[in-house]
């Protein structure tokens, strides 16, 4: 490890890292979740859902970018579209299924 330059206080502690991925799964699911839970209506629940979960993806996303001293903008940028792929992916699997929003 010396001749590599890998110092052992330098590593990555695999619970700290697990259980942060955790917490923040869990709040970034939250924020779409809360939007959608008090709407009675299907159309305006997806409305609601999308645009809370658009919200979420571009705040999760800049304050990933701002903690790892990257670009906020491309932060955001990337896990928006990111959001925004996987939300589309989903539609279209339940649309292939022909599952029904009410």
């Known amino acids: 490890r010396d001749e590599l330059g890998i110092d052992m206080d330098d590593l990555a502690n695999p619970l700290q890292a697990?259980?942060?991925?955790?917490?923040?799964?869990s709040l970034g699911a939250a924020i779409p979740l809360l939007a959608g839970?008090?709407?009675?209506d299907a159309l305006i629940r997806v409305l609601a859902?999308?645009?809370?979960?658009?919200?979420?993806?571009i705040l999760m996303g800049g304050l990933g970018a701002y903690l790892g001293?990257?670009?906020?903008?491309?932060?955001?940028?990337r896990v928006?579209?990111?959001g925004w792929l996987a939300m589309a992916l989903t539609y279209g699997?339940?649309?292939?299924f022909n599952v029904s929003l009410s």
Not at 69 to 77: H, L, M
Not at 93 to 96: D, L, S, T
């Open 18 to 25: 697990s259980l942060t991925s955790a917490l923040a799964f």
């Open 37 to 40: 839970a008090f709407v009675a």
């Open 49 to 57: 859902v999308t645009v809370a979960a658009t919200a979420g993806l």
């Open 69 to 77: 001293d990257a670009s906020v903008w491309k932060g955001s940028a």
């Open 80 to 82: 928006l579209i990111g």
């Open 93 to 96: 699997v339940g649309w292939a």
